[in-house]
């Protein structure tokens, strides 16, 4: 869910913009499917990873806490039969506040935290409360945000260019401390008592300790004596493998289907998924993958691909890639159920079918859209008859969208199955 700019010192798979891909799926129409490919990101650099299990001695290596079983990939399902109801939220526009291009969206503590050119946060009804926008080199300023992530009252800002943690209170926007890194990493988030730094393919003379990543306390940034997944395959980035949760971060093996979350607890196995042998990608080609440091173009039929997953109370989604294309999953937590599919169609033109999700809380999952995304398929499909019913408010946001306009955040309740 996170995106990277390149890093010079590790490979990177560059996979489509996750948010125009999942942002507009509208009545499963070949036709929109097209117009959102042509946004994605064509280049890929060359990378390969698969995980296996944390490096930690005293963690049962199989055992995760969801086994989630995908017996096979549905072609298109209606969303009805996947969202329970769907509530818009337009954000408020104001000079304050404009948003570019989205790179994140977190939801905590009731608000919305939407990153892009800066911090920008809302409530719940879409009114603008603070912006975290400081630029420069002063210990409360930031010059590049590389990623964000918010742990109770506390929103953890790791700038890369400038090697610095920047923690604020995310109620308020408010400035608390900054710490200073050895040197550049891929990532750093916090939690309650510790930092988790992503140090991908950094040797490891720059930075002590074993493992791609290392848990440090927030009080010596330097105690790096706690390291997970300490393979050489495992220290190359994917974007999307890594995704932030409410209580830490979800990593997730990108050719092998298995997600670790790690917390001030450690490293837990979270996610397993389960697929038909048929559709399982051969262990040949996942270990040609490593040893050649590229993706494997012999993957038709397979599921592979594991990432962007977010979490509700309820439920565990992600993208897969599978027939040179992309599916998505949905486990349901209650039940144990998976569904997989490849797309989503909508009756209501004006109405965002969800592919896929960007963050959850805990009723719900998150997408977020921009005014040119909304302008783009209003324009080709238009708006339709006004419902009837409760969509009615949904509709006069969609309609009511103009250029200038921040995003439309879309609150998706999902039906258990």
Not at 310 to 330: H, Q, V
Not at 341 to 369: C, H, M, R, T
Request: proline share 3%; hydrophobic share 35%; glycine share 6%.
């Amino acid at each position: 869910m996170i995106r990277r700019k390149h890093i010079e010192w590790t490979s990177l798979l560059v996979l489509p913009n996750t948010r125009t891909l999942s942002a507009v799926a509208m009545v499963g129409l070949e036709t929109c499917k097209k117009l959102i490919m042509k946004k994605m990101t064509l280049g890929i650099a060359f990378i390969s990873l698969c995980l296996y299990s944390c490096s930690d001695p005293n963690k049962d290596k199989s055992d995760f806490l969801y086994q989630a079983h995908i017996t096979e990939v549905e072609d298109s399902i209606a969303c009805s039969d996947l969202i329970d109801s769907v509530s818009y939220i337009k954000l408020e526009t104001n000079d304050r506040c404009r948003i570019g291009e989205v790179n994140q969206l977190l939801v905590a503590n009731k608000k919305l935290y939407v990153i892009s050119n800066g911090i920008h946060c809302f409530d719940l009804q879409g009114h603008h409360l603070f912006s975290i926008n400081q630029r420069g080199h002063a210990k409360n300023e930031y010059v590049e945000i590389r990623n964000v992530n918010i742990i109770d009252d506390k929103l953890f800002l790791y700038d890369n260019k400038l090697a610095k943690v920047l923690i604020f209170n995310s109620n308020s926007g408010i400035y608390i401390d900054c710490m200073l890194l050895p040197c550049e990493m891929v990532a750093a988030y916090g939690l309650k008592e510790q930092i988790i730094i992503d140090r991908g393919s950094i040797p490891q003379e720059m930075l002590k300790g074993d493992g791609r990543f290392i848990l440090c306390p927030q009080t010596d940034v330097h105690d790096t004596s706690k390291g997970y997944f300490s393979e050489d395959e495992h220290r190359f980035v994917i974007e999307g493998t890594t995704s932030t949760c409410s209580r830490g971060i979800i990593y997730s093996s990108y050719l092998n289907c298995m997600a670790w979350k790690l917390t001030d607890n450690g490293c837990e196995g979270y996610l397993k998924l389960d697929v038909p042998s048929d559709m399982k990608l051969p262990e040949s080609v996942i270990n040609r993958a490593i040893n050649d440091r590229r993706l494997p173009d012999d993957t038709d039929g397979y599921i592979y691909g594991l990432s962007n997953i977010a979490e509700s109370d309820d439920f565990i989604t992600g993208r897969l890639s599978y027939a040179k294309n992309f599916a998505y999953f949905i486990y349901d937590k209650r039940s144990g159920n998976t569904r997989c599919y490849s797309n989503v169609s909508e009756k209501e033109l004006w109405q965002f079918a969800p592919i896929s999700f960007q963050y959850g809380d805990k009723e719900s999952l998150f997408n977020i859209y921009s005014s040119d995304e909304i302008l783009l398929i209003r324009n080709i499909f238009g708006t339709g008859t006004p419902p009837s019913d409760r969509n009615l408010h949904n509709y006069e946001i969609y309609c009511s969208e103009e250029e200038s306009d921040n995003p439309v955040v879309a609150r998706f309740y999902l039906k258990h199955f």
